[in-house]
Nanobody, 116 residues
Framework: QVQLVESGGGLVQAGGSLRLSCGVF????????MGWYRQAPGNQRELVAS???????NYADSVKGRFIISRDNARNTVYLQMNSLKPEDTGVYYC??????????WGQGTQVTVSS
């Protein structure tokens, strides 16, 4: 079993920055992809950024150049540094861990609110 625990959300003005963290607990071994997703009210959950256990990274077009995903495998933690935040970045951000078998786990989510 794997548990994901997010932290770092909050309220910030447009143009500001936040750093989200996701700690991974439990069975942490194996090839995997860690991702950050977000869901705004009335919208579907969307992928923001992902990083494989080998370090390959993917970003949504809307956050390229502003967000940075990274992972510290020794600490079993993945981060999302969010810069130049916009009101449209507002939403609940979820951490996700996915294995090649298709099994995946989700965190409880952390709220990010960007005021204009």
């Amino acid at each position: 079993q794997v548990q994901l625990v997010e932290s770092g959300g909050g309220l910030v003005q447009a143009g500001g920055s936040l750093r989200l963290s996701c700690g991974v607990f439990g069975r942490v071994f194996g090839i995997n992809v860690m991702g950050w997703y977000r869901q705004a009210p009335g919208n579907q959950r969307e992928l923001v950024a992902s990083i494989t256990s080998g370090g390959s990274i993917n970003y949504a077009d809307s956050v390229k150049g502003r967000f940075i995903i990274s992972r510290d495998n020794a600490r079993n933690t993945v981060y999302l540094q969010m810069n130049s935040l916009k009101p449209e970045d507002t939403g609940v951000y979820y951490c996700n861990r996915k294995y090649p078998t298709g099994r995946e786990y989700w965190g409880q989510g952390t709220q990010v609110t960007v005021s204009s």
